[in-house]
């Protein structure tokens, strides 16, 4: 999908054909609890020291070159109001309002390094901005966090609906509860009025791409702040066991 070229160069190519479009979002969610859209390979790590609320500084961050033929996206949102996120801090020293900003840069920065190690795609530096930016036209895959607690108006999901028409690829991950998950679903309800989120099986040809999905490997791997601590000891909490993977409209 990457190399796929842009949604802005794809709208022009709507004048002729309608039919090579369509909305390639995957999910993986690991649980029903907590769900994630991802792409094959991808691996957003959390940096928090301790129980989870501290902040553990491992050094500068990275240095990317400005322009690459692949920038990680990031997403700007509304909190939806029951869910408010006042300022706090994301990751490192980094520190913001609203769930969006979850652990910025650590996040953006290691899948970009991952994809730099693995792939002989020229990178760029991460970036982030809202659905209303004219950028997203130029990128062909975006991340958004926190999604069971984002808020989007009508012209935003009319404008992510068209952005996944032409091309893009929508990843999206951390929602915490049945509350969260329904939120989600909602919102990606009126993005595809009636188009179902359904299971992909271990044989689809997309749990195959870089490495080889197995049922072993669909397990729930928290962050510290979601285990609870008994001792030295640390496990997952009860209600988030399974990992499942899911598709969105295509």
Not at 153 to 182: C, H, N, P, Q
Not at 189 to 210: E, K
């Amino acid at each position: 999908m990457i190399g796929a070229g842009s949604p802005r160069r794809a709208a022009a190519s709507r004048k002729s054909s309608t039919t090579a479009f369509r909305a390639p979002a995957i999910v993986l969610p690991a649980s029903r609890p907590y769900s994630r859209f991802a792409s094959s390979g991808a691996a957003l790590s959390q940096r928090f020291g301790g129980f989870g609320f501290g902040r553990r500084d491992t050094g500068p961050r990275p240095e990317f070159p400005k322009e690459g033929e692949f920038h990680f996206i990031r997403l700007e949102y509304n909190d939806d109001p029951r869910f408010h996120r006042g300022y706090g801090f994301a990751s490192r020293g980094a520190s913001g309002e609203g769930w969006w900003i979850v652990d910025w840069p650590d996040s953006d920065d290691h899948f970009t390094m991952g994809v730099r190690r693995l792939t002989r795609i020229e990178i760029g530096e991460p970036r982030h901005f809202s659905l209303m930016d004219d950028r997203i036209w130029d990128h062909p895959w975006v991340y958004v966090t926190q999604t069971g607690w984002w808020s989007l108006s009508k012209i935003e999901t009319d404008r992510l609906r068209e952005y996944l028409l032409r091309g893009g690829f929508l990843v999206t991950d951390d929602m915490w509860g049945e509350e969260a998950w329904e939120v989600f679903r909602a919102t990606m309800d009126r993005v595809f009025p009636g188009q179902p989120i359904n299971d992909i099986a271990l044989d689809d040809t997309v749990m195959h791409v870089l490495y080889d999905i197995r049922e072993k490997d669909r397990t729930f791997i928290p962050g510290s702040r979601h285990l609870w601590r008994r001792g030295r000891r640390a496990s997952p909490r009860a209600d988030a066991p399974l990992a499942h993977t899911r598709r969105g409209p295509q």
